[in-house]
């Protein structure tokens, strides 16, 4: 389940090199009869840090992480409409969706403020970033995803009927469907108390 836990991860700080790029990205417009081209090499120059970012956000989102959420999400629905595993009940359920937010705005948007002319302010984003992708993967809080928010996805907490009488409570459900007290939910497991979850139609 590793893998899938990472790819949450790379989905959520997509907006960040988005937002560097916007930031960063240095083409000089002119118009007029006396207006040239600089030159390709000099355009490069002036904007290797945002070329680097929408590298990465190319590379690692569209081909890897758009690639994954397609082929994983089309496993995920076959998945439950044939799982095997047994339905359980909704009895309590909290929205938290508020957590997109708290990730966007405690993370993402005060990294966007470094000094990225700075070599090593670009060492210390490159590390920092890699220490909270082994944070949030190591404490579950990959699915606080501003990522899936903009792909449609709800995140709720709930306490779940399972067979035999078998209550669990604080679980997290990833869903495309809107959710509520009583439903019965199919679910795949990502991690112990975290699951993909889609309502069962009647």
Not at 122 to 136: A, E, R, S, T
Not at 179 to 195: A, H, P, T, W
Request: hydrophobic share 50%; glycine share 4%.
């Amino acid at each position: 389940m590793i893998h899938k836990k990472i790819g949450l991860y790379v989905i959520s700080i997509a907006l960040l090199f988005l937002f560097i790029f916007i930031l960063k990205v240095d083409v000089p417009i002119c118009f007029g009869n006396e207006c040239k081209f600089i030159g390709t090499s000099e355009l490069i120059k002036n904007n290797i840090i945002p070329i680097i970012c929408l590298i990465c956000l190319i590379c690692l989102i569209c081909l890897i992480c758009l690639c994954w959420a397609f082929f994983e999400y089309k496993k995920f629905r076959f998945n439950l409409q044939g799982s095997t595993n047994i339905p359980f009940k909704i009895i309590k359920i909290e929205s938290v969706n508020y957590e997109h937010l708290t990730f966007l705005a405690t993370y993402v948007i005060p990294l966007v403020s470094f000094n990225f002319d700075s070599d090593r302010y670009l060492i210390v984003l490159g590390v920092l970033l890699f220490v909270m992708g082994v944070i949030y993967v190591k404490t579950d809080l990959f699915y606080a995803n501003p990522s899936l928010a903009l792909l449609g996805f709800h995140i709720y907490k709930v306490d779940g009927n399972f067979k035999g009488d078998d209550n669990r409570e604080g679980i997290i459900l990833i869903s495309l469907s809107k959710l509520s007290k009583n439903n019965n939910v199919s679910y795949l497991k990502i991690d112990d108390r975290i699951y993909y979850a889609e309502k069962v139609r009647a």
